[in-house]
């Protein structure tokens, strides 16, 4: 008691404030929509202008039908390198992929659209989310790791007030 003084950091006042999670406590999918949510209301992401026709590789027949998938692709790049350091364009593509149907032949892993994976770093990198891994790749900076955190303390806060 002597040392803490005036102050009173019990723990009935820290539950009021934003609860401290790391991108590793909260579901992909939620943190995923929040952080693409955040990057498209910054309006910092510089989107190429082909985002509106291009398909994401291909083993797939269509562009994607979600107007925002751009910054959802770039959230998720973002937590995938959080996650795993160092990875490059090559292992994005590689996640990225799917079945490419051959016709009458079986089915084979394609990966997938190396220029979007390209495109997506870039963007992160311009927003200082992203920069280059001493030993290849990419990793998160620690403004980017902060942005993420932040969104799943948010993320675990909302789940908390659905869950009660």
């Known amino acids: 008691d002597q040392l803490i ?3 009173d950091f019990s723990t009935a ?15 992909a ?5 929040a952080y693409a949510k955040l990057l498209k ?11 509106d026709i291009v398909k994401t590789g291909i083993h797939k027949e269509l562009s994607p039908y979600e107007q925002d998938w751009y910054y959802i ?7 995938h390198i959080y996650l795993r ?9 590689k996640v990225y992929g799917g079945a490419h149907d051959r016709g009458t032949k079986p089915s084979r ?7 979007v994976a390209r495109h997506c770093m870039k963007s992160l990198g311009g927003i200082k989310v992203l920069e280059e891994h001493p030993d290849g ?14 969104i799943a303390g948010q993320v675990m806060d909302q789940l908390k007030k659905k869950s009660a």
Not at 73 to 79: D, L, M, T, Y
Not at 85 to 93: A, Q, W
């Open 5 to 7: 003084g005036r102050h």
């Open 13 to 27: 006042t820290l539950a009021t404030k934003m609860s401290c999670a790391t991108v590793k406590d909260v579901p």
């Open 29 to 33: 999918y939620e943190l995923i929509r």
């Open 41 to 51: 209301k910054n309006g910092k992401l510089s989107v190429p202008k082909w985002v």
């Open 73 to 79: 692709r770039c959230a998720a790049i973002a937590r």
């Open 85 to 93: 350091p160092g990875v490059g364009v090559g292992s994005i593509k």
């Open 109 to 115: 892993h394609i990966d997938g659209s190396g220029s």
């Open 137 to 150: 790749g990419r990793r998160i900076t620690s403004t980017g790791q902060s942005d993420l955190d932040r």
